[in-house]
T-cell receptor, first 114, second 116 residues
């Protein structure tokens, strides 16, 4: 149980374009999902917390207009990187709450912006 | 601000040897603590968690962790390491974030290398 999927696993896009990453909880409903960014050999950095049916809460320093988050259902959240630039290249990981305190993680999405 | 400290950036052990990965937390009288493992290019897998009760918790893959309030520690242990245990290990604490959501604060991680 508690399986979270992400799609795509890898994406390459050109600078200036937008890319959407999906995060799904496959066998449970998640009222809260989280989006993280991870740089090579570093820990996870929380970008935002999204609650189903409401606006996401962004961490300090994360641009809301650049990283659009939508959590339209209890099993799906999406992250759209708008007008992507090479510095946005990173490993993006989502997670979903099961219970109040613990999170289950997706396998991650490797974004490369050329 | 709350923080989770993993003092060891990189640990190397021989296969079959015992392992202890250190973790110290700084927040809360009743912490909610986790250990996750990450293989290269993968997401995080939950090894074990501590919320309350018995201070020695058992997890998957033969791992265990002991919560010590007096030392603000939650160290991960395994009696005999297997080559497949080579990975990055993250300690995390669930803390109250914006609104009523609990969020995870991660340590910087410990990279485990296993020698044959």
């Amino acid at each position: 149980g508690a399986v979270v999927s992400q799609h795509p696993s890898r994406v390459i896009c050109k600078s200036g374009t937008s890319v959407k990453i999906e995060c799904r909880s496959l066998d449970f409903q998640a009222t809260t999902m989280f989006w993280y960014r991870q740089f090579p050999k570093q820990s996870l950095m929380l970008m935002a917390t999204s609650n189903e049916g409401s606006k996401a809460t962004y961490e300090q320093g994360v641009e809301k207009d650049k990283f659009l988050i939508n959590h339209a259902s209890l099993t799906l959240s999406t992250l759209t990187v708008t007008s992507a630039h090479p510095e946005d290249s990173s490993f993006y990981i989502c997670s979903a709450n099961q219970g109040r305190y613990e999170q289950y993680f997706g396998p991650g999405t490797r974004l490369t912006v050329t | 601000a709350q923080s989770v400290t993993q003092p060891d950036i990189h640990i190397t052990v021989s296969e079959g040897a015992s392992l202890e990965l250190r973790c110290n937390y700084s927040y809360g009288a009743t912490p909610y603590l986790f250990w996750y493992v990450q293989s290269p290019g993968q997401g995080l897998q939950l090894l074990l968690k501590y919320f309350s009760g018995d201070t020695l918790v058992q997890g998957i893959k033969g791992f265990e962790a002991e919560f010590k309030r007096s030392q603000s520690s939650f160290n991960l242990r395994k009696p005999s390491v297997h080559w497949s245990d080579a990975a990055e290990y993250f300690c995390a604490e669930s803390t109250l974030g914006g609104g009523s959501n609990y969020k995870l604060t991660f340590g910087k991680g410990t990279l485990l290398t296993v020698n044959p």
